[in-house]
């Protein structure tokens, strides 16, 4: 028997050597399957976990040798910046004079849809061949007169590929003269208004409510303290609330934010954003890597949550975000890639292989392990692989409000991802479940379940070419040179 079938088939994921569920770890035991992990998925959930024989009229997946995960959930991105890595000009900056060489001036190169179109098939490819099932794009590429609907584009492309999609509509109702050094149009602000009736309209038309939605919409302005007036904040909060939206934004990314707040606030930014109704179990930023000990525990009393960008984080200089303090309060957190002109792979493997090791090197972990102790160092055990796969998991479908997504286990939906373990790297692994991060590098994918759909096998997606692709987006990026 083999796979390859339509949409919500009967499988039997068979034979895997071990698997992570992507619950939390709890009291320092791990979050393994039992052995024996065999995997039954009815009407596109997971029906049985154990060991398990083949029922008449379903499809075997072979995964001998094979190990199992939920499918990886980014919980921010910036998917038409997949054609702007490696740009000369930003590789060695931080934020703000990245964002005046990169992303801004080059957003005149995505005034037609098959621009924007091409960038988002490339990041969702490269997400989804390192077992990404849920994307989260904070699609902030919006301007007035804009002559495409980009909601639909991304929403087209991820419906393509059948990977669940949640988009963050983002934008600016007023210019920031420090980083949008271009002319108009692309870089011109929406008034409140055309925001709020943008936010409105992607809603009314794309979003679903339910906790295994494969669409959803949140309002997400680009930055909370230089996209709009301060008193945007409120009624946009106001809006997403009555629509039943979420709120996402970046935010405290770099110590500019920090010294922004304190200096024309007097207070610290996340203390700023709360006075605004921008705290919640329905809000998530993305970064937060400098939160002070009050902005840890404010966001583990209000439920607000972290999407964690170790990689852009670093290639931006920008610092190590304080995560395993914000888990260890009981904070939400996810794991994001963030968008590609700030992380050359923008894949949810590199990126979990980077959150298991970067925390580990962190002397405050090591600081904070030896308390009262002299030597310099980090901590071994400050993020295991286990918690780096509920973050990049569970606890990314937690920001998003996916409470049926996210953790194998009956009832969930099946998002499945089933890794390969055959490549050099991993010959000689003693424990084979931590493979897919802590071996590094990208597993290959056996297969990759969303809902029950079968969305890529032996490493290939059904129906793309990908020499076509590369040819598109070379094309693409030959025209910005
Ligand atoms: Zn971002």
Not at 367 to 379: I, L, S, V
Request: with cysteine; aromatic share 6%; proline share 6%.
């Amino acid at each position: 028997m083999k796979a390859s079938k339509g949409m919500n088939d009967d499988w039997l994921i068979q034979g895997a050597v071990a698997g992570i569920s992507g619950a939390r770890p709890a009291g320092g035991e791990g979050a393994r399957l039992p052995a024996g992990c065999d995997i039954r998925v009815r009407g596109g959930l997971i029906q049985a976990i154990g060991r398990l024989q083949p029922e008449p009229g379903e499809a075997v997946i072979d995964a001998r040798g094979c190990v199992v995960y939920p499918g990886w959930v980014n919980t921010h991105h910036h998917l038409f910046q997949s054609l702007l890595k490696g740009i000369p000009a930003g590789i060695d900056l931080p934020l703000l004079p990245w964002l005046a060489a990169v992303p801004v001036p080059y957003r005149r190169h995505f005034d037609h849809e098959h621009a924007l179109r091409i960038a988002a098939r490339v990041g969702l490819v490269e997400l989804l061949l390192s077992g990404c099932t849920t994307v989260a794009d904070h699609q902030y590429h919006v301007y007035p007169g804009m002559p495409y609907d980009a909601s639909a584009v991304v929403f087209d492309e991820a419906a393509r590929l059948g990977l669940r999609f949640v988009l963050c509509r983002g934008g600016q109702t007023q210019a920031r003269a420090m980083t949008d050094t271009v002319a108009p149009p692309q870089s011109a602000p929406e008034t409140l208004d055309a925001f709020m009736a943008g936010v409105e309209d992607d809603t009314l038309r794309f979003h679903d409510p339910g906790p295994m939605a494969m669409r959803r919409v949140v309002s997400a302005i680009t930055t909370p303290n230089w996209s709009c007036k301060p008193e945007h904040l409120r009624v946009m909060a106001a809006q997403a609330r009555a629509l039943g939206i979420r709120l996402h934004s970046h935010l405290s990314e770099t110590w500019d934010y920090v010294r922004w707040a304190r200096d024309v606030h007097g207070c610290t930014p996340l203390q700023w954003v709360a006075q605004h109704d921008w705290v919640g179990p329905d809000v998530w930023f993305a970064h937060m890597v400098h939160l002070d000990d009050s902005e840890l525990h404010l966001c583990a009393s209000t439920g607000t949550g972290i999407a964690h960008c170790p990689q852009s984080n670093a290639r931006l200089g920008s610092g190590i975000a304080r995560i395993p303090e914000a888990l260890a309060l009981g904070v939400p957190v996810g794991l994001a890639v963030d968008g590609a002109a700030s992380n050359e792979a923008a894949d949810m493997a590199s990126e979990a292989h980077a959150a298991w090791l970067m925390h580990r090197a962190d002397p405050r972990a090591g600081q904070r392990a030896r308390a009262g102790g002299t030597q310099p160092g980090g901590h071994a055990a400050a993020l295991t692989v286990d918690e780096v796969v509920h973050i990049g998991t569970a606890g990314g479908a937690r920001l998003l409000g996916l409470g049926g997504v996210g953790t194998l286990a009956v009832g969930m939906a099946a998002d499945i991802a089933v890794y390969r373990l055959d490549q050099p790297r991993h010959f000689g692994l003693h424990d084979p479940a931590i493979g897919p991060v802590a071996s590094g590098g990208r597993p290959a994918l056996r297969a990759l379940l969303v809902q029950g759909r079968l969305v890529a096998e032996h490493d290939s997606i059904p129906g793309l070419d990908l020499a076509e692709l590369q040819a598109q987006a070379q094309t693409l990026v030959a025209g910005m040179l």
